[in-house]
Structures are given as C-alpha cells and as structure tokens.
C-alpha cells in the first residue's frame, strides 16, 4: 500500500482515485500473497495470482447473473402459475354454475313433465280410449267361441289397452326427456335393465358395422351404463318406443326380456325416482309383455281348438334359436334358474302328493 501511495503522490488526484478505487485493493492482496509465498518468480506469481482474481471475479459475476435470471424466471413461472390457477379456477366455478344450470333445467323439465302427465292420465281417464274395463264380451271377434276362450281374448285386448295406453304416454315424451335420462353419470341396477331390456326388444343397436349391417343387441354390448348410454340416441331411441310391436318380436326375446324385467318387480318406486321417461319406458315393456303373452294363450287355444282367428295363421309358438348363441345374459340365466329350482321343488312336492301314505 506504501508503494502504491508513492505511486500515488506522483499522480493527479483523479488517477489517484482511480488507482485506489480500481487496483488498490487487489494488487495489495496480490502483492501480500506474493511476498508471503516468495515464489522464484514473483512477477509472474503476481501475474497469475491476478488472473486467478480475475477468473473468480468473472465465475462470481456469472453465478450472480445465473441466480438473478433463475429468480426472474421462478418469478416468472409462479407468475403464470397463479394465472393458470386463476383461470382454472373461474373455469371450475363457470362450468359448476353451468352444472347446476343444467340440474335445475333437467328438474325444471322432470317437474314440468311430471304434471304433464299427471293431466295427461286424467285426460285419458275422462275419454276411456285405453281403459281396460270399457272392453266387454261385445268387443270379442269370436262371439261362438267356448267360454274359456272367450276369457283369453277378453284378458288379450284388456292387456292391449293398457299397452296402448302407454304407447300414448310414450308420445308425450320428447327427445329432450330422453336425453335427460342418458346425460345420468350413474343410474339403479333396476333402471340399466329397463333400458338394456329395451335394447333386446329393438333387436339391433343404432351403429352398423363395416359392412353396412346393423348391429345385434346382444348383452356383451350392453353390459354396462356406460355401453347403454352411448347406445341411446334419443330421437332414434324414442321413434323406436312410438312403433315398438310385441306381436312382430320373437318369442325368445320376450321370453328374456320377461325374465330380467322380473327381477324389478319390487323397483317401482326406484325406477320412477330415476325419472318420468324411465318409469314410462318400464311400464311400457311391462304392458308389452302381458298384451304378447295374453295373445300368445289366446292363439294357442284357438290353434288347440282348430279355430280360425285372425293372426293365427302367421303364429308359431316355437322359441325358435337362441338369439344370441352362446352368449348369455347374466341376469336372465340367474332367473331361469330360480324357474328351474322351483319346477324341481314343485316337481318333488307333486311326487310326494301321488305316493300312497303309509
């Protein structure tokens, strides 16, 4: 520091600040460093001691501008993150306020359709067109038959009534009240059978295959909610319900149809918390089923009694094939065989009856 004092005194006052300022400290170090290590060769000792500075100096200021550009780079980022967050935010609550939107229109539309129908009803009430107790032994095409048949064409077109009379209701719904049911993220056990029972009754499902061909309602593709939801297209869906004729369906696909929807029988209530289309759609299979099977007694009775009747030339009452092949439904083989067990049990109780007591 002497030195570069004398150094110093020889200068004017600004390249004296300078040297202080600039190289005063660093050479002092160097210079002490220096003299401590006293190398063969100070000079370049001192020379390389200050490019070692130097290298540190640069290595620092590079650290320093890597740390502030990794600072302003996190600022940046968290930045973006609490936008996004933002956005994401407003998005969740707009689509939540959309959901609920949405909720509110679909009961809006339930309850709207709900007193609909409830009008609907006594409006059909007052008419009498589909009431089952308007229909009389007048009514009957085969005035000679004997009274047992005369019975089974009464119980025909009672149940036929009633099935047009849901047909009726089916009318009232609109594709809207259909697509209200399909937009359900989960629905009863009960309610998947009504719809996967539709399905079976259609025979075809509204896709085709490569080939142009439609493809079969077999229970493998509907299984799920899922597969029934995506098969629900619902002005397709609804038509189908308008034109749905038991009497052109086969006998094996009412027989599974009747079968499943056996096991919903005590699910009235459940399926009609699921909505007005479901409970219609379940009623209308319902009185789908009892109309063919009324038709069915009354044709084989008829045929039995070698009576001409009009349909009874195109009636088989063969089961035909299984319409699926090998390919069951889970539901159906589980009630065929609770029929089976208890054909057994009755068999059994039929055998002890016949045996003489001891």
């Not at 002497?2 to 660093?26: A, E, P, W």
């Not at 949405?102 to 009008?119: I, K, Q, T, Y």
């Not at 029988?265 to 918390?273: F, G, L, M, P, T």
């Amino acid at each position: 520091l002497q030195f570069l004092y004398f150094i110093g005194s020889t200068m004017t006052s600004v390249d004296t600040s300078f040297l202080m300022d600039g190289l005063g400290q660093v050479l002092a170090r160097g210079i002490a460093n220096t003299i401590n290590e006293a190398p063969a060769d100070p000079v370049e000792y001192l020379a390389l001691w200050l490019q070692h500075h130097l290298d540190e100096k640069e290595a620092d200021t590079e650290r320093k501008a890597k740390e502030e550009q990794l600072q302003t780079e996190r600022e940046e980022w968290n930045r973006q993150q609490a936008g996004k967050e933002k956005s994401a935010s407003e998005a969740i609550q707009r689509e939540w306020k959309c959901h609920l939107k949405s909720v509110e229109e679909r009961n809006d539309r339930e309850s709207e359709l709900r007193v609909h129908l409830e009008a609907f009803g006594e409006q059909l009430d007052e008419e009498g067109t589909y009431d089952p107790e308007t229909v009389g032994y007048d009514n009957l095409v085969d005035q000679d038959a004997k009274d047992e048949e005369k019975e089974k064409e009464l119980d025909m077109l009672k149940a036929e009534k009633l099935f047009q009379r849901w047909k009726a209701y089916i009318n009232e719904l609109s594709k809207g009240n259909i697509a209200d049911l399909k937009v359900k993220q989960k629905v009863e056990p009960s309610v998947e059978k009504v719809i996967r029972c539709t399905f079976y009754l259609f025979g075809k499902l509204p896709g085709t295959k490569p080939n142009g061909e439609k493809i079969d309602a077999t229970p493998s593709k509907l299984a799920t909610w899922g597969q029934l939801k995506t098969n629900i297209k619902p002005h397709p869906f609804l038509e189908q319900l308008k034109t749905l004729d038991p009497v052109s369906i086969p006998k094996r696909r009412i027989l599974r149809v009747e079968r499943i929807l056996s096991t919903t029988r005590d699910d009235e209530e459940v399926i009609r918390a699921s909505g007005q289309a479901a409970s219609i759609v379940s009623q209308l299979l319902w009185t789908a089923i009892e109309y063919r099977t009324a038709r069915d007694d009354l044709m084989k009775a008829k045929k039995e009694g070698g009576k001409d009747f009009p349909g009874l030339d195109t009636w088989e009452d063969d089961l035909g094939e299984d319409i699926d092949g090998e390919e069951q439904d889970p539901d159906e083989e589980e009630q065929k065989e609770i029929e089976r067990q208890l054909k057994q049990q009755q068999e059994a109780e039929e055998k002890e009856e016949e045996e003489p007591a001891e």
